[in-house]
C-alpha cells in the first residue's frame, strides 16, 4: 500500500472479529517494530505479545472496556531505560524509542489488513503484574491485534496551520 494512503487507512479499531492471526502475520508485525529507528541504534525495548484467550478478566483489570480483550492477541511495548540512550540534559529516551517502535507495528498492521488502538490509559500497576514485569520496566503503550469487526469514522484533525511553526515558537 503507497504511504500516504496507509496512514489515512489507519483508525483505532474498538471491534474485533476472533479470527486468528496466523504466526507468519505477527511476525510481520513485530519485524516492523525491530526495525523502527531509536536513538543510538539502543532498541531500549521488549515486546510482548499476550494471546487474550483464558486471560479476558485480568487483562481487563489493566485496560476496562470489553473490546479490548475481544482481539485474539494484544501488543505491549515496554521501555528498558537503563538500556537507552540519554540526552545531554538527562532526558532518558526510552520511552520515546518505544513509541516509535508501537508507531511502526501499527502501521504494519494496518497494511496486513489487521486492526489496532493505541492504550495508554491502562492501569499501570495491573499492567506490571499481569505482564510480571521486573524493576526497570516500564510498561509504555497497549494495542489489540486483529481483524476489524467495525468500520472506520470520519477522522477529524486539527489543520497544519494549527501545528506547525516555522523558524520559532
Not at 517494530?33 to 536513538?39: D, I
Request: hydrophobic share 45%.
Amino acid at each position: 500500500m503507497e504511504f500516504s494512503d496507509l496512514i489515512r487507512k489507519r483508525y483505532s479499531v474498538r471491534a474485533y472479529r476472533r479470527d486468528e492471526v496466523t504466526e507468519e502475520v505477527l511476525q510481520q508485525v513485530l519485524d516492523a517494530g525491530r526495525l523502527a529507528p531509536t536513538a543510538a541504534n539502543r532498541q531500549p525495548f521488549q515486546i510482548i505479545v499476550l494471546r487474550t484467550a483464558g486471560r479476558e478478566e485480568e487483562l481487563l483489570g489493566v485496560y476496562h472496556r470489553e473490546w479490548f480483550v475481544h482481539a485474539p492477541l494484544i501488543l505491549v511495548i515496554c521501555a528498558t531505560p537503563g538500556r537507552a540512550w540519554v540526552r545531554m540534559d538527562g532526558k532518558v529516551y526510552a520511552d520515546v524509542d518505544a513509541a516509535i517502535a508501537m508507531d511502526h507495528m501499527v502501521l504494519a498492521a494496518t497494511n496486513l489488513g489487521l486492526g489496532t488502538c493505541w492504550i495508554a490509559a491502562f492501569d499501570p500497576q495491573a499492567a506490571r503484574q499481569a505482564l510480571r514485569l521486573p524493576d526497570g520496566v516500564e510498561p509504555i503503550a497497549f494495542t489489540p491485534l486483529g481483524y476489524p469487526a467495525d468500520e472506520p469514522g470520519t477522522k477529524v484533525r486539527k489543520p497544519l496551520s494549527d501545528l506547525v511553526r516555522y523558524d520559532h515558537w
